[in-house]
């Protein structure tokens, strides 16, 4: 009878054990790792207050946003990013944001986050609403984004500089 309760311990543990093993293997983030950076993924940072400090240190300014397709907005760099605005709380003239600069748009009017997130050299672009959907995937080529980004006068490709 002792030698069955042992036996039985021992399938427990190794069921348990086993099981534990597949789940923690089946993690999104170990099969994809880029999944760190999907709309949901950024959505999930955007959200995230404590990472961010608004323009200006100002989290209660709107600006109108009357020179973008956006509407008004706030806008809020992370750590990286707003360690890099010297210039009167803007980036200086020619310089560049560091790879993990994380810059956010939110939209109060329709709960819109427009963000982009610097990594290896690039923009990743994406719009996603409060609710999850999605406007604009960051899976997508960025040409719609940059196309506006891209004028004149802009800072590493944020242009609200320009206005604001």
């Known amino acids: 009878m002792h030698h069955s309760k042992i036996k039985i311990l021992v399938v427990s543990f190794v069921a348990v054990f086993t099981a534990t093993v597949l789940f923690s293997c089946r993690k999104d983030i170990g099969v994809n790792p880029l999944l760190a950076y999907s709309d949901k993924a950024l959505l999930d940072s955007a959200k995230n207050e404590a990472a961010f400090t608004y323009y200006k240190n100002s989290p209660s300014s709107v600006y109108s946003g009357t020179n973008g397709p ?74 719609v984004c940059t196309s506006c980004h891209s004028q004149s006068g802009h800072r590493d490709l944020v242009v609200s500089f320009n206005f604001y």
């Open 70 to 143: 956006h509407g008004a907005f706030k806008l809020k760099f992370n750590k990286i990013a707003y360690a890099a605005l010297t210039d009167n709380g803007k980036l200086p003239v020619g310089q560049q944001f560091p790879n993990g600069s994380f810059i956010v748009k939110e939209i109060p009017s329709n709960g819109l986050y427009a963000m982009m997130y610097k990594r290896e050299g690039s923009w990743i672009w994406s719009e996603v609403y409060n609710d999850g959907s999605i406007l604009y995937s960051a899976s997508k080529d960025p040409a």
